[in-house]
């Protein structure tokens, strides 16, 4: 079996890719959001509540299916990109990354010499990803930079043309905090749609993909058809609450 990239086969197709994100650690709830469809799913161990133990569960319910295992890890650590990624992830984001350095750093976690610094022991990784995977992993990975600081955007075009980076995830909730703005998805300030444009122009420019997280469908859909080549949909958590909240308010009128 040979280790590819299913989302690197779409944007090289230049089609996009709808990802769904798990902020919950539950098996069941998992595997609803791996067999739900998406092109990939994101186990989020930043802001979500998924530990290492829970990560080892997950990823393989996600294997079962052909959605895309990505994570995102606490912080642009090493040995939290290493870890996911011997456990099977496919995909790194890493968050607040400001500078071309925070990317060489992202990208030497993820990739084994010469073109990075990956200590090698994919216990997990061989095991989903096959005999092959030494040789294709360097190739299969994608390491995910996240844009959402005022220094990441002083610094986008060196960020952009660092070697190795697969793609960039703009973080539109801490992006708006550093301009001023309440936090939230599905921006619609003058100033905060001119700066996706920007980051969204210079991503195009330097041929790397770029994704963002959304709230709504429709917001998710009008990405897509601006050009983002990979759009986040809430979470498993938000579709919970929303149900959840639905169901009540129809009941008690």
């Not at 393989?60 to 990109?81: A, F, M």
């Not at 073109?115 to 090698?120: I, P, Q, W």
Request: net charge negative.
């Amino acid at each position: 079996m040979t280790f590819t990239n299913p989302l690197k086969q779409l944007w090289a197709d230049k089609k996009p890719a709808l990802n769904g994100w798990i902020a919950m650690p539950g098996i069941l709830s998992a595997e609803i959001m791996a067999r739900a469809g998406w092109d990939s799913v994101t186990i989020d161990m930043q802001h979500g509540t998924t530990d290492y133990a829970d990560l080892l569960q997950i990823l393989p319910v996600i294997g079962q299916t052909k959605t895309v295992p990505l994570v995102r890890v606490p912080w642009n650590r090493p040995e939290d990109i290493m870890r996911a990624l011997d456990a099977g992830a496919m995909g790194i984001i890493a968050p607040m990354i400001e500078t071309a350095k925070d990317v060489r750093a992202l990208v030497d976690a993820c990739l084994y010499a010469p073109r990075g610094a990956r200590s090698f022991g994919p216990v997990r990784a061989r095991l989903a990803h096959g005999a092959s995977y030494a040789d294709t992993a360097n190739d299969a990975i994608l390491p995910i930079a996240m844009i959402e600081t005022k220094a990441a955007l002083d610094n986008l075009d060196d960020i952009l043309q660092t070697p190795g980076l697969g793609a960039i995830y703009i973080g539109p909730a801490d992006l708006s905090l550093v301009h001023g703005f309440p936090p939230g998805f599905d921006r619609e300030e003058p100033e905060m749609l001119a700066l996706l444009d920007h980051i969204l122009t210079r991503a195009n420019a330097h041929n790397i993909p770029a994704c963002i997280h959304c709230g709504a469908p429709a917001y998710a859909k009008r990405m897509q058809d601006h050009g983002f080549l990979l759009t986040t949909l809430g979470s498993d958590a938000r579709f919970l609450e929303a149900g959840a909240k639905q169901a009540i308010d129809m009941v008690r009128g």
